[in-house]
């Protein structure tokens, strides 16, 4: 496309390519990555890959962790789960020299990855890759560790669960690079779970602003902070399997043609769901100014992602305030609010519900559709399906339900817009 080595005038594509622990869990997987470099390579194509452990080998490392102790220093567990993106990096530089191809491996730190000092889950503050760099001009693959990085404070880091899409995105950014192909073990991103809708077709494309919301409410690949960042950065996304090798699904900004993708695109796009999450109950809160921000800004300082939240109206000069928020936050929600929270703001904290879960869709055409929630709302009543919360954007209309009744939903929803395929 516009690449070129040193003086020689060559017209190739730049193309960071991630691969996730399915697509490299064994030596054989990795053999069959190997192959499809060096046919990228072949064509003319630089490709620098972003590799994840194999398989589940970070699933293996914590669960080692926790037969160790229950509370685990961070700085040592960001240490031991970044081990298994070390080993696989070295690993596919022995597939890749099979197959002909130089390649370098290089962990986070060393692929210039500086993030911040919150140890699991660490943002990139910025990327220096110049190690990078020097590996493409040379025609070396350059083989980086996903999902790490090094603190400000000169720690190894663990960018959480999906970030080595992240680091994907990031790098591609940072390369100026033509194209980020994030192969996973699906062809692309679908209108619905193909394991709770079998007839859910794949989209050629899908906008960013789209596929944000999908990924924030339960849509689980790609990572959503990957998608964040190549929004941000206008980095071009390509969805794909590395089992079948077929076209995925493209992400861009917007449809070419606005008008023609009012007439051929669903207004719903898609339909997703998500059962990680629990529903807190603040009762008998004063309806005054002020009080909502203390309880917020408290679960913010703790850490805890609040997701949907629902006021009731006053009555008596008290109202009541229901949120859902991740399981996994669930005790340092009630921790954090029973410790002066509470008091500070005369409430009263009912038993979670942990028994919900949430079913969205998504779409820009709903913008200029009207009755898109009357039909979601009316095919979950037909089907005597209760909804307990509701939560809207432009593009998205989410309703938490009881979780045995989610799959059920999606189902029927699916329907009911005309995307089963």
């Not at 996973?184 to 919301?213: N, Q, Y």
Request: charged share 20%; net charge negative; proline share 4%.
């Amino acid at each position: 496309m516009r690449r070129g080595r040193g003086a020689t005038v060559v017209c190739v594509a730049l193309l960071v390519q991630k691969f996730g622990g399915t697509s490299v869990a064994d030596p054989d997987r990795m053999r069959t990555v190997a192959e499809h470099v060096a046919r990228c390579r072949k064509r003319g194509d630089d490709v620098a890959l972003v590799v994840s452990a194999m398989g589940k080998e970070t699933d293996d490392l914590l669960h080692m962790a926790s037969k160790i102790t229950s509370e685990p220093d961070g700085r040592e567990m960001d240490m031991l789960i970044t081990a298994g993106e070390r080993k696989a990096i070295s690993l596919m530089c022995m597939a890749l020299h099979q197959q002909g191809v130089e390649a370098h491996s290089y962990t986070g730190s060393q692929a210039g990855f500086l993030t911040d000092a919150n140890h699991q889950n660490a943002k990139i503050l910025e990327i220096n890759p110049y190690r990078i760099k020097e590996s493409l001009a040379q025609g070396i693959v350059p083989v980086i560790a996903g999902a790490q990085g090094v603190s400000t404070e000169k720690n190894v880091t663990f960018l959480g669960r999906g970030g080595s899409d992240t680091t994907a995105v990031a790098l591609a950014h940072a390369l100026d690079a033509d194209l980020c192909e994030l192969f996973t073990d699906v062809s692309g991103v679908f209108s619905a779970d193909p394991r709770i809708v079998p007839r859910a077709g794949k989209m050629e494309t899908i906008t960013f602003d789209e596929l944000l919301e999908m990924t924030a409410t339960g849509c689980p690949k790609p990572a959503m902070r990957s998608v964040e960042v190549a929004h941000n950065h206008r980095v071009p996304l390509h969805v794909r399997s590395a089992f079948t090798w077929e076209p995925g699904t493209l992400v861009v900004e917007r449809y070419e043609n606005e008008e023609e993708s009012a007439m051929e695109q669903p207004i719903i796009r898609a339909v997703t769901s998500d059962v990680s999450e629990s529903k807190l109950t603040v009762v008998g809160v004063p309806d005054q100014p002020g009080v909502s921000g203390t309880l917020f800004r408290s679960l913010a300082d703790a850490g805890v992602n609040v997701d949907m939240i629902v006021q009731n109206v006053a009555a008596d000069g008290t109202t009541d305030i229901s949120f859902t928020l991740p399981t996994e936050d669930l005790v340092k929600a009630q921790e954090t609010l029973n410790n002066g929270v509470l008091s500070a703001i005369s409430g009263t904290l009912v038993a979670p519900e942990s028994s919900v879960g949430k079913v969205s869709v998504v779409g820009a055409g709903m913008k200029s559709n009207p009755g898109v929630a009357a039909t979601m709302f009316e095919t979950l009543a037909d089907n005597n399906i209760n909804i307990d919360m509701i939560s809207t954007s432009a593009i998205r209309i989410s309703c938490v339900i009881d979780a045995d009744k989610v799959d059920e939903a999606v189902q029927h929803v699916h329907t009911a817009f005309g995307l089963d395929r």
